[in-house]
């Protein structure tokens, strides 16, 4: 089944302590990124990546960091995580980032979500 | 600035009855507009794209329509399984931008 697997799908930790949420995708997408979903403000970009090792900062980057070192994965990596993240967060990928207009090719396919709790 | 904004925040409509829900952007070099269901502990789930004003897309008991300043999305006769968040997105090469999104609730 094509889909992309986050992990872990809920986790509650202390300020500080650091985390990685992993994403994964099984379906060749070339773009990956990642979102924050926050009540009132709806999903924002954290990051995305165009292909391996190719990676650029979204509108909320600030505390966060990733990799795309192979193509199927592309963690999210909290060094120092601050109760201001405390959210949920969802991993996406699509077949293209940028592009012309084939139909598909940009639409995004979202994972389960990740719900985050940070003490 | 890229901006996209959806309105109402919050919908509740009888079975049957139809309406629309709107989506408008301020976005420089749109690349296509995406229409997404959120049900609740669930995420987004893809159901339309638009790339051109004028163009149209329908899907059972939607439709979706792009103007160069705003997107509707359409409901005709909802059911309860309607029931659901609808996120509106811009492509813009790089980056997607999201909408708060409409919370619908169809009422058997």
């Known amino acids: 089944e094509a889909q992309v697997t986050q992990n872990p799908r809920y986790l509650i930790t202390v300020t500080g302590k650091k985390l990685t949420v992993t994403c994964s995708q099984n379906?060749?997408?070339?773009?990956m990124s990642w979102y924050r979903q926050d009540p009132g403000l709806g999903l924002r970009q954290i990051y995305y990546?165009?292909?391996?090792?190719?990676?650029d900062k979204g509108d909320v980057p600030e505390g966060y960091k990733v990799s795309r070192k192979e193509k199927r994965n592309f963690p999210l990596i909290l060094e120092s995580p601050s109760p201001n993240q405390t959210s949920l967060y969802f991993c996406?990928?699509?077949?293209?980032?940028?592009?012309?207009?084939?139909?598909?090719?940009?639409?995004?396919?979202f994972g389960a979500g990740s719900r985050l709790t940070v003490l | 600035e890229d901006q996209v904004t959806q309105s109402p925040e919050a919908l509740r409509l009888q079975e049957g009855e139809s309406s629309s829900l709107n989506c408008s952007y301020t976005?420089?070099?749109?690349?296509?507009l995406f229409w997404y269901r959120q049900d609740p502990g669930k995420g987004p789930e893809f159901l339309f794209t638009?790339?051109?004003a004028g163009e149209e897309k329908e899907k059972e008991r939607l439709k979706a329509t792009l103007t160069k300043k705003e997107s509707f999305l359409h409901i005709t006769a909802p059911k309860p399984e309607d029931s659901a968040t609808y996120l509106c997105?811009?492509?813009?090469?790089?980056?997607?931008?999201f909408g708060t999104g409409t919370s619908l609730t169809v009422i058997p």
């Open positions: 996406a990928s699509s077949l293209q980032g940028a592009g012309g207009r084939y139909s598909g090719a940009n639409v995004l396919t």
């Open positions: 379906m060749n997408h070339e773009y």
């Open positions: 990546s165009m292909n391996v090792e190719v990676t």
């Open positions: 976005v420089s070099g749109l690349r296509g």
């Open positions: 638009l790339y051109s």
């Open positions: 997105a811009v492509h813009t090469g790089n980056q997607f931008y």
